[in-house]
């Protein structure tokens, strides 16, 4: 899209309660602390639908609330804002819709009992991020089944940014199933869950591997995920994750992750316990 940096009228109305569901997961990546201004900010797309895009260089966050029963755009265009701001703006407002409108670089956000103006910058200075390729391959999982490996193995990984690679969490697409591991040297997390379906991959499927951090993982696992499925493209230098209304892409860790296999035991003795009484 290109707009006309001056007197770009964005006009839209949107359910609040749905915004601010969306701002608020924005706000886990546009951190107000950082030390990048431009990083502190979202950016909003508007055309058929509503778009929010926020970055740290190296997690990208893209949100979609869909044109319909909670979303109508008279007017599209783009706004890059604080992100912080425009979250408290959302939140103070009591109202259940929401009019937003751009005109000359002032946003406007009212309801019918209070009224705010934000200022914006540039939305051409907000960096690109790689979107998920539609064209190229990709697998399928059950939005739930992945979740839940993230959930189970995230926690493993170090917290020490120093240690190269022990700080992301090993992908492996591997045939039918994608398996996660974790580790920081003392305990080791590996889980596995079953590919629903393959695109664009050839009769011995897929055959993968990623080194990702482990804190954008995290973010993930606590999106407002609804779709029934998700899809995972690994790519040269980062990987792409989506559903229906949020698409999120991850710079990968270069190098080769260690060697767990080495800490896993390769005997046959095996202790059972009921996990409520553990």
């Keep these: 899209w290109v707009y006309p940096l001056r007197r770009l009228i964005v006009e839209l109305t949107a359910k609040r309660k749905n915004l601010l569901k969306l701002v608020k997961a924005a706000n ?24 929010i895009t926020v970055s740290d260089m190296v997690t990208g966050l893209r949100l979609r609330l869909a044109n319909g029963e909670l979303l109508s755009v008279k007017s599209g265009g783009r706004a890059l804002l604080s992100a912080l701001t425009f979250q408290r703006v959302v939140e103070s407002i009591p109202d259940a819709e929401l009019n937003i409108t751009l005109r000359d670089n002032r946003l406007v956000v009212s309801g019918n009992k209070a009224k705010f103006e934000l200022s914006t910058e540039d939305a051409r200075d907000f960096p690109p991020i790689r979107k998920f390729d539609v064209n190229g391959r990709f697998v399928q999982l059950i939005s739930t089944d992945f979740v839940n490996l993230l959930r189970r193995v995230v926690f493993f990984a170090h917290t020490d940014y120093s240690i190269h690679n022990m700080h992301g969490v090993l992908f492996k697409l591997k045939q039918d199933r994608l398996h996660i591991v974790g580790t920081n040297g003392q305990r080791l997390g590996v889980a596995s869950a079953q590919i629903k379906a393959t695109i664009g991959y050839g009769a011995d499927g897929p055959s993968e591997s990623s080194i990702v951090p482990a804190k954008a993982l995290e973010i993930f696992s606590k999106l407002p995920i ?53």
């Design 28 to 51: 886990t990546v546009a951190r107000a602390t950082d030390e990048r201004p431009i990083f502190r900010n979202l950016l909003l797309e508007a055309d058929q639908d509503l778009y």
């Design 226 to 278: 609804e779709a029934e499925l998700i899809d995972i493209q690994c790519g040269n230098k980062s990987i792409s994750v989506r559903s229906d209304a949020i698409e999120l892409t991850i710079t990968t860790i270069s190098g080769q992750y260690v060697p767990y296999e080495r800490g896993i035991p390769n005997n046959k003795k095996l202790l059972r316990i009921q996990r409520k009484r553990l």
